[in-house]
């Protein structure tokens, strides 16, 4: 049981490029999200999911892109990476099943990216 | 909507010493409350939370939390740190799910704790 899992750990980019930034899960959740964690701000929501083909926006999503194919993978893309985007993201995934409930959010490992 | 303040961005005790991590929340409904910590280079790993079974939540390592409705605070505490307490926590808290809810979590700004010898 791997949990949730981020790739890369590290990236650096220049102003313009692209990538994505992986993370997966293998506790069947049904809700991912993204965050970014900048020094004293703590952690804003990106974007999330709660299904396979159902994304929304959260706190700061201009920049970024996601899609959710599978239950498993939800993957972050910057299209044209800028240098506010130097941040830690983290991927996190938990259970969505109860109405009323409230599940613990299980948190991967981050990758460190900064933009030059 | 919720928020969620963490009191102090940073916090230094001696080892031995009680620990008291402030964070006061907001919300429109009844909430789920959080404490996270992070230590260096690594990931957020659940402390304990409050889902309104029983206001005083004790969790991993000899933390505890008390919810306090009056005061809408859910302050860390732990009686005697030690050196491996040393990390940032973060105090996050998340409407039941439900509607448009998902159990989104909002962070507070986070508290970096030192603990000295």
């Known amino acids: 049981n791997a949990g949730v899992t981020q790739t890369p750990k590290f990236q650096v980019l220049k102003t313009g490029q692209s990538m994505t930034l992986q993370c997966a899960q293998d506790?069947?959740?049904?809700?991912m999200s993204w965050y970014r964690q900048d020094p004293g701000m703590g952690l804003r929501l990106i974007h999330y999911s709660v299904g396979a083909g159902i994304t929304d926006q959260g706190e700061v999503p201009n920049g970024y892109n996601v899609s959710r194919s599978t239950t498993e993978d939800f993957p972050l893309r910057l299209l044209s990476a800028a240098p506010s985007q130097t941040s830690v993201y983290f991927c996190?995934?938990?259970?969505?099943?109860?109405?009323?409930?409230?599940?613990?959010?299980?948190f991967g490992p981050g990758t460190r990216l900064t933009v030059t | 909507a919720q928020s969620v303040t963490q009191l102090g961005s940073h916090v230094s005790v001696s080892e031995g010493a009680l620990v008291l991590l402030r964070c006061n929340y907001s919300?429109?409904?009844?909430?789920?409350l959080f404490w996270y910590v992070q230590y260096p280079n690594q990931g957020l790993q659940l402390l304990l939370k409050?889902?309104?079974?029983?206001?005083l939540v004790k969790g991993i390592n000899d933390f505890e939390a008390e919810f306090k409705k009056s005061e809408t605070s859910f302050h860390l505490t732990k009686p005697s740190a030690h050196m491996s307490d040393a990390a940032e926590y973060f105090c996050a808290v998340s409407l039941p799910t439900g509607g448009t809810s998902y159990g989104k979590l909002t962070f507070g700004q986070g508290t970096i704790l030192t603990v000295h010898p």
């Open positions: 919300s429109s409904v009844p909430p789920y």
């Open positions: 996190a995934s938990s259970y969505v099943k109860l109405a009323g409930a409230s599940y613990e959010q299980y």
């Open positions: 409050y889902t309104s079974a029983a206001t």
């Open positions: 506790m069947n959740h049904e809700y």
